[in-house]
């Protein structure tokens, strides 16, 4: 699946936008993500950390149960905005795997900068999917 360079130019600053809500007082690690759906709407997540940190949540993964929850199943990318470009922890992989391991992660700098481009499926192979669900 592949997106146009506005569409990837959009998606960058809408998660870098994203970031300045991150709510990160105990990492000092903001984090901002903007999902586009195939409706062409843009959802934007951010990371939301906790006292008790495994109650935390990243900010992909709010991108994406917000998208859901506006009933948008189908997405074409993501962009995730850190400051140093850094890559999506293993649960949002998978939570991203299950709509679909076609869809592109753009990985976004503080400076705007994308560090890294490639799809779910290149970020995690062999994933975890419904298909494994299906026992006799």
Do not use: W
Request: with cysteine.
């Amino acid at each position: 699946m592949s997106i146009s360079d506005p569409q990837r130019n959009e998606l960058a600053q809408r998660a870098l936008a994203a970031r300045e809500h991150a709510y990160a007082p105990y990492s000092r690690y903001a984090v901002g993500a903007a999902i586009l759906g195939a409706s062409g709407e843009i959802y934007e997540g951010v990371n939301v950390e906790n006292a008790v940190y495994p109650v935390s949540m990243c900010a992909e993964r709010t991108a994406v149960f917000k998208a859901v929850s506006h009933g948008e199943r189908d997405f074409r990318a993501i962009a995730v905005a850190t400051i140093n470009g850094g890559s999506p922890c293993g649960s949002c992989r998978q939570v991203l795997s299950e709509f679909g391991e076609d869809i592109v992660v753009i990985q976004v700098n503080s400076d705007g900068e994308i560090v890294r481009q490639m799809t779910v499926k290149q970020l995690l192979p062999d994933a975890f999917g419904p298909a494994d669900l299906e026992v006799d």
